[in-house]
């Protein structure tokens, strides 16, 4: 079972409403939370990372909200645009001896926006 | 800066013959990674380097696969001999450092493997 779940695994929407993407997570330990977006074609950019002591964190229209309890994250888009079009994807990382992280990633959520 | 460089961006090729991905990180970069993506299987991590040194190759699929540092300015990724199953977009990626929580990986364009 992958241990980062992402939904919904595809959704539309019109061009200014607003959306939120879903992360629920059993990785453990964990170290930080990144929501990457990746438009057709063109690797992952990253929007915002978060660590365990962050529950909020925006990077303009993006904020990305995590609950290290419950351990779910959820990337909230607001007013969207049609640049907004791409797949969004969830990487929970987990240390490990070496000092460096455990990568765990989502499938990833294709969002469409229309005119 | 030009980002992250990866060549060739296309590539086709018949099944057996031998594949090799090349990857330039951003400069001053320590940690480099390959990464596989398809649609079944979403993002995987192959293999990553810090200091031009294998941390962590437990993601290489095969003995088919092999990646090499040998400087801090390139990388490849050797598919010898490649099969269907191994058609997908291999990225790059880089990174400052690894290990601080915070850090931020930046992304190659990616190349667009078909083997046929």
């Known amino acids: 079972k992958n241990q980062v779940e992402q939904s919904p695994q595809s959704l539309i929407i019109l061009e200014g409403k607003n959306c939120t993407l879903q992360c629920n997570y059993t990785v453990s330990p964990f170290s930080n939370l990144r929501w990457y977006k990746q438009d057709t074609g063109r690797g992952p950019v990253s929007l915002t990372i978060m660590t365990f002591s962050e529950n909020t964190k925006s990077n303009g229209r993006y904020t990305a909200t995590l609950d290290a309890d419950t351990k779910q994250s959820s990337l909230h888009i607001t007013a969207s645009q049609l640049s907004d079009s791409a797949s969004y994807i969830c990487v929970v990382s987990r240390p490990d001896q070496t000092g460096a992280n455990n990568l765990f990633f989502g499938t990833g959520t294709r969002l469409t926006v229309i005119p | 800066d030009a980002g992250v460089i990866q060549s060739p961006r296309h590539e086709v090729t018949e099944m057996g013959q031998e594949v090799t991905l090349r990857c330039k990180p951003i400069?001053?970069?320590?940690?480099l990674f390959w990464y596989r993506q398809t649609m079944m299987r979403g993002l995987e991590l192959l293999i990553y380097f810090n200091n031009n040194v294998p941390i962590d190759d437990s993601g290489m699929p095969e003995d088919r696969f092999s990646a090499k540092m040998p400087n801090a300015s390139f990388s490849t990724l050797k598919i010898q001999p490649s099969e269907p199953r191994d058609s997908a977009v291999y990225f790059c990626a880089s990174s400052l450092s690894w290990g601080a929580r915070e850090e931020t990986q930046y992304f190659g364009p990616g190349t667009r493997l078909l083997v046929l």
């Open positions: 400069s001053g970069h320590n940690s």
